[in-house]
């Protein structure tokens, strides 16, 4: 095959990065022709595909991925005088939560276009003969959506509830620790979404977030799965939530409550554990904050804990962020543990397909440097219909619920973004 052209050059501030998406690349592909990761206004957006891998099934997926992209930057012809982490060739991932489950895929979009510590550049992509840089100009304002209707989740509110039931009955009797329980909602509307409007609702508010795309799936996640910059390593692990107050006073009283939660403590803990697990074989130096302290979204609020480390080089290479994710993947925080058995408890209870709801979401460069957050308050956009997603850890004191009125606080993030 003809080997992939890649030239990135350095360009002025281009302003707010969604507004350059043209809506032809969002519409193409049923509303796949489009990436971004935004987070505070500096990341990426892009359209186009230069190239693209489904990735298959199979729990070899994420190395099939990786050696895909890895063969191909290295019969690449790339032009990258900047050489920072993002520029060069760079490509977007989406892979699934459950190793049985199609649709993980690999895109390197034909146009990026970057922001990263007060530098902007683009970068072009393409096969046979060097790419043309285009001129990038502010696009006409997105449509709003109209009118979405709901059409209910694969499985009703009172089956859920016996399946959290019958999770908290199998923590109890030994069979495991923890189990993560997710819902869908179906939504639908006349006219196909619009993925540019969601992303600008989404950005604006939870600045704080990652505000993804990536083949139509759509979301802003506050979970860093991991981010590797060089040898520097870096994760946040969420578990245990509440909602937020609008009085000051209030709000801080359910922070506090939450903080000295045992359930929710216990739950955070075994999150925390699962990535201190892969971490600290792969890190010279590791440091993990001592105590749980609480990350507060517009709409809810959670216990935190931050990994900071320096990746240990073997055979004088440290892993990529795609090795790191595959190591990490699914968390305590999104799955449950032991591993094994929270994911086959899932496929039992949750009656649904999760596809990349829960699974590594982000994006990777020639350089092995890149940032994948956990496809969390996320929608699975499909022309005029999408499924949105949320989920729930149960442990052995969790009440069915409380857990259900979890998933409704969570799902209103993506409810909100539809809806204006």
């Known amino acids: 095959m003809t080997p992939l052209v890649v030239t990135t050059v350095e360009i002025d501030d281009p302003g707010p990065l969604l507004d350059l ?6 519409a193409a592909a049923g509303g796949r022709g489009a990436v971004a990761w935004i987070r505070d206004g500096d990341g990426f957006v892009g359209w186009g595909e230069a ?3 489904d990735a298959g099934v199979g729990d070899d997926r994420f190395a099939r ?7 191909l930057v290295a019969e690449a012809r790339v032009s990258d005088p900047i ?7 760079v490509a977007f991932a989406s892979l699934t939560f459950d190793a049985r489950s199609a649709g993980s895929v690999v895109v390197v979009p034909a146009v990026l276009v970057a922001r990263r510590e007060g530098r902007s550049w683009v970068t072009v992509a393409g096969r046979g003969s060097a790419p043309v840089v285009p001129d990038l100009a502010v696009q006409p304002p997105p449509r709003s959506t109209e009118r979405i209707r709901y059409a209910g989740s694969s499985m009703p509110d009172l089956h859920w509830l016996e399946a959290v039931a019958t ?6 009797a030994g069979a495991l620790d923890k189990v993560v329980l997710a819902r869908d909602h179906a939504v639908w509307a006349r006219e196909p979404f619009d993925a540019r409007v969601l992303l600008q609702r989404l950005a604006q508010r939870f600045p ?9 799936l759509v979301g802003a996640t506050p979970e860093l799965l991991v981010r590797r910059l060089g040898r520097r390593v870096e994760s946040i692990v969420l578990a245990g939530s509440a909602r937020r107050e609008a009085e000051a006073a209030a709000d801080a009283d359910v922070g506090a409550a939450l903080l000295a939660s045992a359930k929710d403590r216990s739950e955070h ?26 990350l507060r ?64 979401v982000g994006w990777v460069d020639a350089r092995g440097d890149g940032e994948f957050g956990i496809a969390l308050r996320c929608a699975e956009l499909s022309g005029a219909r999408a499924r949105l997603f949320a989920g729930s850890g149960i442990v052995a004191a969790s009440l069915p619920e409380a857990e259900l009125e979890e998933t409704r606080l969570k799902l209103r993030a993506m409810q909100s973004a539809f809806e204006g």
Do not use: K
């Open 21 to 26: 998406v043209p809506e032809v690349a969002v």
């Open 167 to 172: 999770a908290v009955e199998r923590i109890r």
């Open 208 to 216: 704080d977030c990652f505000t993804f795309l990536c083949d139509g």
């Open 65 to 71: 991925a990786e050696g895909w992209w890895r063969q």
């Open 269 to 294: 803990e075994m999150a925390a554990a699962s990535v201190a697990e892969v971490l600290t074989p792969r890190c010279e130096e590791l440091a993990v904050d001592e105590e749980p302290w609480l």
């Open 297 to 360: 979204l517009a709409n809810v609020q959670h216990l935190a804990t931050r990994f900071r480390g320096e990746l240990r080089a073997t055979d004088g290479r440290v892993a990529s962020a795609f090795a790191l994710a595959a190591a990490l993947h699914p968390t305590a925080a999104v799955g449950g543990t032991p591993t094994a058995a929270a994911v086959a408890l899932i496929r039992e209870l949750e009656g649904m397909d999760r596809g990349r709801y829960a699974g590594p």
């Open 83 to 89: 050489a920072a982490p993002g520029s060069g060739p």
């Open 51 to 53: 190239a693209r891998l």
